[in-house]
């Protein structure tokens, strides 16, 4: 694992990498070639403006690999889904205290089965189960809404700790274990994941953490790998897959927040492509950019 740069994968220092190395092995060229060349290639240039207090700056549009390992990237997908989910949580309010734990609101759910010993089938079987889990009667009657990610560890023997985190709309969840047998919560659980689950309830300080917290899991770096191999299946399973599934009350298009200046007016994107002749922007990718402005763009 020596040779794998942790931090910026991208770049020439990035062909060098043992990451890189494998992603060709495994015939993932095209991913490999994206990760390094994200914030390189520049398409054309930004301008943006604030017109309530006049900010104004031109920038250029660097091509962007969209992997959550990429540290650049994640941060700019974890800004737009603070900027766009918020809204969302904040229209409900959040178990907090401990006057409150048997109330209604929003919780954090943590579920961990078994260590799996391949990882494609550990996510396959978490996503299956909980949606069986979220179909319980038991359970039916007491969520709401769930916002949840699958995080991935690799462990000793290159087995994987696969669990689920999530935040829940939820009535009370019978954690209380009597005469010896297992809480209600955990039996629901376990009969979904066919199987000893591992459940934690927590309290959240408010939306905004709940979100933070949850993102948190979504990226990765290398030492959550034993080997550079599995690092890079852990990449090419995990890309294109979404990384936060939401359901119930959570459910729906997000609509998507105007990116605000810090004065707190909202600012405004015009675009110039095909800095570069030598290669054709087409109208996919120029749609794609004015789409997803947040993530060629980082607000002051
Ligand atoms: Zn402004
Ligand atoms: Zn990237």
């Known amino acids: 694992m020596s040779s794998l740069s942790s931090k910026s994968p991208k770049g020439t220092s990035f062909t060098h990498t043992a990451l890189y190395q494998h992603l060709h092995d495994i015939g993932e060229d095209k991913i490999a070639y994206s990760l390094e060349k994200c914030g390189q290639n520049q ?8 017109n309530n207090c006049g900010y104004n700056r031109v920038t250029t549009l660097d091509y962007r690999c969209n ?11 974890k800004n737009r889904i603070l900027r766009d989910y918020l809204p969302i949580l904040n229209q409900y309010k959040i178990c907090n205290s401990h006057n409150n734990v048997m109330g209604y609101g929003l919780r954090f759910l943590t579920i961990s089965p078994k260590n799996y ?14 949606q069986k889990f979220i179909r319980r ?4 009657e007491r969520i709401d809404g769930y916002i949840y990610c699958i995080e991935g560890k690799q462990k000793e023997g290159r087995t994987w700790n696969i669990h689920l985190h999530a935040i829940i709309l939820s009535k009370f969840l ?25 459940i934690d309830i927590k309290l959240c300080r408010n939306q905004e953490h709940a979100l933070n ?4 899991y979504i990226s990765k770096e290398e030492n959550c790998f034993q080997t550079a191999e599995d690092y890079a299946r852990y990449v090419v399973y995990t890309h294109n897959k979404n990384l936060i599934v939401k359901g119930k009350v959570f459910r729906g298009k997000v609509a998507k927040q105007p990116i605000k200046c810090r004065c707190g007016g909202y600012l405004t994107f015009s675009f110039e492509f095909e800095i570069d002749i030598r290669k054709e922007v087409s109208d996919k990718a120029q749609r794609d950019y004015r789409e997803r402005v947040d993530f060629y763009y980082d607000p002051p």
């Open 43 to 50: 398409r054309g240039i930004i301008m943006v403006n604030c």
């Open 67 to 77: 992997f959550s390992i990429c540290p650049n990237c994640y941060r700019k997908r």
């Open 117 to 130: 010993s391949c990882m494609e089938e550990g996510f396959e079987h978490i996503r299956k189960s909980f």
């Open 137 to 140: 009667k038991y359970i039916q």
């Open 174 to 198: 019978d954690m209380i274990k009597r005469n010896n047998e297992k809480p209600r919560l955990i039996r629901e659980a376990e009969e979904s994941f066919s199987g000893d689950v591992h």
């Open 213 to 216: 917290y949850l993102l948190k």
